[in-house]
């Protein structure tokens, strides 16, 4: 049992990094960036170089941090900048556009082989718990995400840049009236969003392998799990990425692989039923 359990937190933690820069994206900006997976995935191939070239943990964890923070600033580039203004709908196609130049480009690169990747600290550990034998790499990815959330919300509570941010997403135009610069911290709402993704990469490619259409697998659950947390919400947002884990695995020993998805958008529609808001409500979520 243990062993099920942290093996759907593990799944969920990456559910939950890749929903939390979702989040903060769409407060940035207003719009659903369907290109996050993308940059997942393109950290994910800065990490297996990284370590390929003989980079330590530290290298290859700044390769990973480094890439995807490059591509969040990209995805500001053209909703920030190039697409300003312009319609929701416009802005959808661009991240969408840029969803297709990114998997082509790693199709050409690397190919749709699979790459092998190490995995980051605790390769091929496990750890005697609760009577079990667990993984030790799915702690390590229970637990950096569970910190990696919780210094986001702290930083954004608490420090006062934290707080510009917060306040430039919400409300851009009373934000520059109180003397916030709205672009630039808007800039950093992406670029700590490509952070997440480049978290994300970095823990899934040893489990999965890297590959072009990586990013394209995770995204639609990571959504569903942005959209059980209320989607606008950090802490939703983890816990909406830990629970979609949790019920996928034991939907898949109980029940079957071929049954997870439909038990997955079968357990959002009750959710929303029960909360249209999402498992931490409005009010709630404008305080995270």
């Not at 979702?22 to 407060?27: C, D, N, P, Q, W």
């Not at 994910?44 to 923070?69: I, K, R, S």
């Not at 919300?153 to 709205?182: K, N």
């Not at 040893?206 to 606008?232: E, H, K, R, S, W």
Request: glycine share 14%; proline share 3%; hydrophobic share 60%.
């Amino acid at each position: 049992m243990a062993e099920l359990v942290f093996g759907g937190l593990a799944i969920g933690a990456v559910y939950a990094l890749v929903a939390i820069g979702i989040v903060l994206s769409y407060r940035a900006a207003g719009v659903v960036n369907f290109a996050h997976g993308e940059l997942m995935m393109v950290a994910a191939y800065a990490y297996v170089l990284a370590h390929d070239l003989g980079g330590g943990p530290a290298w290859q964890l700044a390769a990973a941090l480094g890439a995807g923070a490059l591509g969040g600033l990209l995805c500001w580039v053209l909703t920030g900048l190039v697409l300003r203004g312009a319609a929701e709908i416009t802005l959808v196609i661009g991240t969408l556009g840029l969803l297709i130049l990114l998997q082509s480009g790693a199709r050409h690169l690397f190919t749709d082989t699979p790459m092998p990747a190490q995995a980051w600290l605790f390769a091929d550990r496990d750890l005697a718990l609760f009577g079990a034998s667990v993984p030790a790499n799915a702690l390590l990815v229970v637990g950096i995400t569970v910190v990696a959330a919780g210094l986001l919300m702290y930083w954004q509570r608490v420090t006062v840049f934290g707080q510009a941010v917060l306040a430039a997403a919400e409300d851009p135009w009373r934000a520059a009236l109180s003397g916030i610069h709205v672009q630039s911290t808007l800039a950093i709402s992406w670029l700590v969003s490509g952070v997440f993704a480049g978290l994300a990469g970095m823990l899934l490619g040893p489990v999965v392998g890297v590959f072009p259409t990586m990013g394209a697998d995770i995204i639609f659950p990571a959504f569903i799990a942005a959209i059980l947390g209320g989607f606008g919400s950090v802490a939703g947002a983890l816990a909406g990425g830990l629970l979609l884990g949790l019920l996928q695995t034991f939907t898949v020993v109980e029940i079957g692989g071929a049954w997870k998805e439909v038990v997955m958008f079968a357990f959002l529609f009750l959710v929303l039923i029960w909360r249209p808001t999402g498992l931490v409500r409005l009010a709630a979520a404008r305080k995270v």
